[in-house]
């Protein structure tokens, strides 16, 4: 996948620091923009909308 884009909530505040997405028909890649040559977490596409659901309900540490 080269399709690479970061997080909508990525800014100058945070030192671009973020997640990138890359999607095809059939799979979402999630990386680390600040390694972007690490791992890279794979889903089917399904599982990505439930995945995000799943993170936004899970309440934030401080």
Excluded: H, Q
């Amino acid at each position: 996948m080269d399709n690479w884009r970061k997080s909508s909530y990525s800014g100058p505040d945070d030192g671009n620091n973020c997640v990138e997405i890359a999607n095809s028909p059939t799979r979402v890649a999630v990386r680390d923009s600040k390694v972007p040559a690490r791992a890279t977490l794979t889903f089917p596409a399904t599982a990505f909308a439930p995945f995000l659901e799943a993170l936004k309900s899970t309440p934030r540490r401080p």
